[in-house]
């Protein structure tokens, strides 16, 4: 089996704790010495970075949100100055509440290094064509997969999400062999294959690779049974690297997390306690080798458990299992991450005050569909037939333009739907 | 092979090692950069026993080292090169050669000596011609030349080298580089550096810790080192305190 770097992916589990142990000491000192937030968090529960005696001190000290990178938009919170950062990316387009990701000269190299790795963990050669039909700019994950291929020798053709045909076009005559989209992109592709009448098996595409959206085990079936090819999941944040920081081994059990840069654990997101190995719950992560932005205990929000087995394919880094759900209500469609108070704040503005609203997730088999859901109430019952298609309109409008694609918004009669549940995730990842 | 898990160390009331942490694989060179007074030569006599340690352990291909005593040490594959070239300046440089070699000398006998001798002058072909110098009288490239000699003769497993290159010539600092580069491919030594010069020395290393009043505030792969500011501000603390101007 193919190692990117055998000595790294299949290191001694013992070897790697003085890794992290190292690299999470020397973070700390960094972030202690240049970042007042961490400083300031540090002092208040009377914490020195030479208390860190061993990796399990790590639970000692307090989590960071997405709220705390949102408090010290945009600079606050990197640990070097700005001169010697060579690349900004922005959170997915939240920007209502932006934060500011930086990244320093070696902070490519490893990002690089990681895709590499990943990619090359998939089966990527140095003789593939790559075709990469994410949009670059509002996402850093094309930007990650397009070094990261470079590095390995393959052709990268950056297509961004242009139109399904034309993109089939170009996976037909420029020979595409790996396809890198979101999973729903992917399905819209097969889609537009039948319309075109192209037969996948004329293609020579050999693999897909998928991500930044949840897809379950039964939309991996129909992607590989419609493309003809074998789909792997990818996993990335923002706030680190993307992707790049976990992402499936040929065995599919799982998504091997690079623990040289990253020590993860799980938590119960309500109470913070640390879960044992094998208990679902939120994903916490430290970077260890990150300069510019580098994070402590940061709260995904994601939902998933850890498993340290050792993997059939011989790399010894631990598995998380496959992300389906969050433990807060923020939505991921098409790729971009949504919350409710973002939609909320866009009808307060044309509104005056929030209305209550639902914002119902569905998935047709070529995308992610937001249904906006608004609650008549005396305020909003509008005796008149035109006010009341003009308020629709306006909403309309406004959370399309804010989101970039087209959503639907409904008035509904008070009862309709649960107060308490904000979001309603149709989709269903199984 | 060699591990180190948070060492502390004290000089009387002065706590200059602050939860170190290294480790340096097999055949593998690591260099240790910092100013002066960030702990460098202390780290270095922590691990060969010169230096008590406060707190945390001392490891070497597994089995905890910390606290035996530096003659021990030897004997066990550990040879240390200390700043400023400690020879013996009234002896000769043959004489110096031959306590260089007192393990050999007692688990192998004469003839072995001799021979590791005959050893350190090909590689070393100036000590040849100056053997029966006294060592006092060699110039400062030479001295550590057989400084580096003496270390070897032990047949060490780990070198420790303290600023080998310090008040040197450019010249003859990059011919002291081109030797250590040689023993670590040639006979896979493994080799634990400390220098003032960090490019020369990051130049041959594999990886490379950067040391900071005590603390360690990177590690990484060598060549990322060289293009690293924050080593820059290891060596003139802070920059600024904003971090935009």
Redesign the interface.
């Known amino acids: 089996m193919p190692f990117w770097k055998q000595e790294i992916e299949c290191i001694d589990r013992e070897?790697l704790s003085?890794?992290q142990?190292?690299?999470l000491?020397?973070t700390l000192?960094?972030v202690y010495?240049?970042v007042r937030h961490f400083r300031k968090i540090f002092r208040e529960i009377d914490f020195v970075?030479?208390d860190?005696?061993?990796l399990d001190d790590l639970k000692r000290l307090p989590f960071l949100t997405r709220k705390d990178l949102g408090k010290n938009y945009p600079?606050?919170l990197?640990a070097?100055?700005?001169?010697?950062v060579v690349r900004l990316h922005t959170t997915s387009f939240n920007f209502d509440e932006p934060i500011v990701i930086g990244f320093?000269?070696?902070d490519m190299?490893n990002w690089t290094e990681l895709t590499a790795r990943n990619l090359f963990a998939m089966g990527v050669t140095k003789d593939d064509v790559l075709q990469v039909a994410l949009n670059f700019g509002s996402m850093s994950g094309p930007f990650g997969f397009q070094a990261g291929a470079e590095r390995i020798g393959a052709s990268v053709i950056p297509m961004s999400g242009g139109k399904p045909a034309e993109q089939v076009k170009v996976m037909r005559d420029f020979k595409t062999t790996v396809l890198i989209s979101t999973p729903t992109a992917a399905l819209r592709l097969a889609r537009a294959m039948e319309e075109m009448d192209v037969d996948p098996h004329a293609l020579v595409l050999k693999l897909g690779v998928f991500g930044s959206e949840p897809w379950g085990e039964s939309m991996r079936a129909e992607i590989e049974s419609r493309l003809h090819i074998p789909a792997a999941d990818t996993y990335g944040l923002t706030e680190a690297f993307v992707p790049g920081v976990a992402w499936e081994c040929p065995a599919k059990n799982g998504l091997h997390l690079a623990e040289d840069h990253f020590i993860a654990e799980v938590i119960d997101p309500a109470t913070g306690d640390v879960l044992p190995p094998g208990s679902e719950g939120e994903l916490v992560i430290t970077t260890i080798?990150k300069?510019a932005f580098p994070l402590i205990r940061f709260k995904t929000g994601d939902i998933t458990k850890i498993d340290e087995a050792p993997c059939s394919c011989g790399r010894t880094h631990c598995r998380i299992s496959r992300i389906f759900s969050r433990c807060d209500d923020v939505m991921i469609l098409r790729g971009v991450s949504i919350t409710p108070d973002q939609i909320g704040r866009i009808l307060a503005r044309i509104n005056g005050s929030a209305p209550v609203f639902q914002l119902v997730v569905e998935r047709n088999d070529d995308a992610d569909q937001l249904f906006v859901r608004i609650e008549i109430s005396d305020r909003f019952f509008f005796d008149e037939m035109k006010k009341q298609r003009r308020f629709v309109e306006e909403v309309h409008k406004a959370v399309s333009e804010f989101l970039g694609w087209e959503v639907n918004v409904r008035l509904v009669e008070s009862g309709t739907f649960d107060h308490n549940k904000q979001v309603l995730d149709m989709r269903r990842f199984v | 092979m060699l591990?180190l898990?948070?060492v502390n160390s004290n000089y009387g009331l002065v706590h200059v090692l602050?939860?170190v942490?290294?480790?340096v694989g097999k055949g593998e060179v690591v260099t240790i950069i910092g100013a002066n007074g960030a702990g460098k030569t202390t780290t270095l006599r922590a691990i060969s026993g010169l230096q008590p340690v406060a707190e945390g352990q001392i490891y070497l291909d597994g089995k905890d080292i910390t606290g035996i005593a530096a003659q021990k040490l030897v004997a066990m594959g550990v040879a240390h090169v200390p700043e400023g070239r400690q020879i013996f300046a009234p002896m000769s440089v043959h004489d110096n050669l031959e306590l260089g070699g007192l393990q050999v000398y007692r688990r192998f006998g004469r003839k072995q000596l001799k021979c590791e001798i005959e050893s350190m002058f090909e590689r070393f072909e100036v000590l040849r011609d100056r053997q029966n110098q006294y060592a006092g009288t060699l110039s400062g490239g030479e001295q550590q030349m057989l400084a580096l000699a003496m270390a070897l003769m032990s047949r060490p497993r780990l070198l420790l080298l303290d600023e080998p290159s310090m008040g040197l010539a450019p010249l003859i600092v990059k011919e002291i580089f081109r030797i250590i580069e040689e023993l670590q491919s040639e006979n896979g030594l493994t080799v634990l550096l400390i220098e003032q010069n960090a490019n020369a020395a990051l130049k041959i290393s594999d990886r490379g810790?950067v040391l900071?009043t005590g603390?360690?505030?990177?590690?990484?792969d060598a060549e990322?080192l060289l293009?690293?500011?924050?080593v820059k501000r290891a060596y003139l603390g802070?920059?600024?305190r904003e971090?935009?101007?």
């Open positions: 070897e003085q890794v142990l190292e690299g000491q020397a000192n960094r010495k240049n970075p030479e860190l005696r061993s600079y606050d990197f070097v100055p700005l001169r010697e320093t000269r070696n190299i080798s300069e | 591990r898990v948070n602050k939860n942490s290294l480790h810790y900071e603390r360690i505030v990177l590690e990484a990322k293009s690293n500011p924050e802070r920059e600024q971090i935009w101007e």
